[in-house]
């Protein structure tokens, strides 16, 4: 009798594990679903820093030195690249002072006073002109020296690829969306779209920078020695992703 009622326990208890489950109802339902995309294009535009430095006990000399070459060097870029888009920045003066020593005991702190003026300024270039940016760079560095370079996505190639960065996360949507109803067991085209967010973040606050910058006197120098020949150096531009993210809001019927 027990191995009777033990089997008949089992037997139960197998036809309720079998028996179908009810899907939770979804009528009204609200969704909420993120969705991401991204585009890749090759990058079709290059900014270039190059700068020029010198030291010198005489602050006029030392910035005779930096304006001279600093024209020089922008001559030869117009020259190499009369496209590029040119804007002088980050110039500075400063005094170099010497190896601060401790006072004896007992004895007064010296003034310090300055052994050297360090002068610079920096250069910055953008261009589309890709094929000659190592000869741009090289001839421009028989002058200046390069600090940095990056390479990006010209505005009219960014925008360009808006359309197809909105499709691709939108479309991710659609897949979401597609996959979410299937499993809730319902038709996509029980579905209303109640929002769409395309930020994502609800922050549309605009950052506006504004820079700026102030003439230099010029003064007087000698002749400079003829420009060194540099070597080209050698670029890969690489490639960009543009991403977005959004967020759904939807309903069932």
């Not at 920045?89 to 601060?100: H, K, L």
Request: hydrophobic share 40%.
């Amino acid at each position: 009798m027990k191995y009777i009622a033990a089997a008949a326990m089992m037997a139960c208890a197998l036809s309720a594990h079998a028996a179908p489950l009810e899907p939770l109802p979804t009528s009204g339902a609200l969704i909420v679903v993120p969705a991401f995309g991204e585009v890749k294009h090759v990058n079709d535009q290059a900014t270039i820093t190059l700068s020029v430095e010198e030291v010198d006990k005489d602050k006029a000399l030392a910035a005779s030195r930096v304006n001279q070459k600093m024209k020089q060097g922008l001559e030869i870029v117009k020259k190499a690249d009369p496209q590029a888009s040119l804007k002088t920045q980050g110039y500075y003066t400063y005094p170099v002072y010497p190896e601060e020593v401790a006072p004896p005991p007992g004895q007064p702190r010296k003034p310090r006073v300055p052994t050297s003026w360090r002068v610079g300024q920096s250069l910055q270039v953008v261009t589309a002109n890709l094929d000659s940016l190592p000869k741009t760079v090289a001839a421009a560095q028989g002058i200046l020296s390069l600090n940095n370079l990056y390479f990006s996505l010209k505005p009219e190639t960014t925008r360009e690829m808006e359309d197809q960065r909105i499709a691709a996360t939108y479309l991710n949507l659609n897949e979401r969306v597609n996959s979410i109803a299937k499993a809730m067991g319902r038709k996509v085209s029980d579905v209303v779209v109640d929002t769409v967010d395309f930020e994502g973040s609800g922050n549309y606050g605009d950052r506006v920078a504004a820079t700026g910058s102030r003439a230099m006197p010029m003064m007087a120098a000698p002749a400079m020695a003829a420009a060194p020949v540099v070597a080209e150096p050698s670029f890969e531009p690489g490639e960009t992703t543009l991403t977005m993210r959004l967020v759904g809001k939807l309903r069932f019927k």
